[in-house]
């Protein structure tokens, strides 16, 4: 009697999995939707991209990394821990391009970089903002972007421009 309740249930489920699973069930209208695209028009998205932008720095996945590149040839933190393979990389100056400490920053300076750019193409066709701060926008995602080039050049040399 059970296998038969547990062919029936499993037939049941396959037969419900086979209604539901059509395109029109999957297919998505979102009504509203928060983009790059549609966020340059009142000064408030403007600032909303801007601080988004500036995030980016903000991180303990950014700081921390940055502080261990700038000591590790100074051998006053690196080696403060034993057996941290990171670090021992680090100390030894073998870095690798696994090393979350290299990594991290790399990938958020180029996040950066990316925001800074969409800034700089959309916020000059903000409709509701006024010229002023359009410049104002535009120059702060030109530092933004000239400080993470900036950085990455001074820790890696040449990079990906």
Known sequence: MKTYINKFTAGLFAILLLLSSCD????????????PENLQNTDAE??????????????????????????????????????????????????????????KPWSLFYKCINASNIMIEKVPSAPKVSDERKAYYVAAARYMRAMSYFYLVRIFNDVIY
Do not use: H, Q
Request: charge should be negative; glycine fraction near 2%.
């Open 46 to 103: 403007c600032n909303m991209l801007l601080l988004g932008a500036i995030s980016y720095w903000k991180t303990n996945d950014f700081e921390r990394p940055l502080d261990f590149i700038a000591e590790a040839t100074t051998n006053s933190v690196v080696n403060a821990t034993k057996n941290n393979i990171m670090r021992d990389d680090m100390a030894s100056l073998t870095w690798k391009d696994d090393n979350e400490s290299i990594y």
């Open 24 to 35: 029109s069930f999957l297919s998505e209208d979102p009504k509203d939707f928060l983009s």
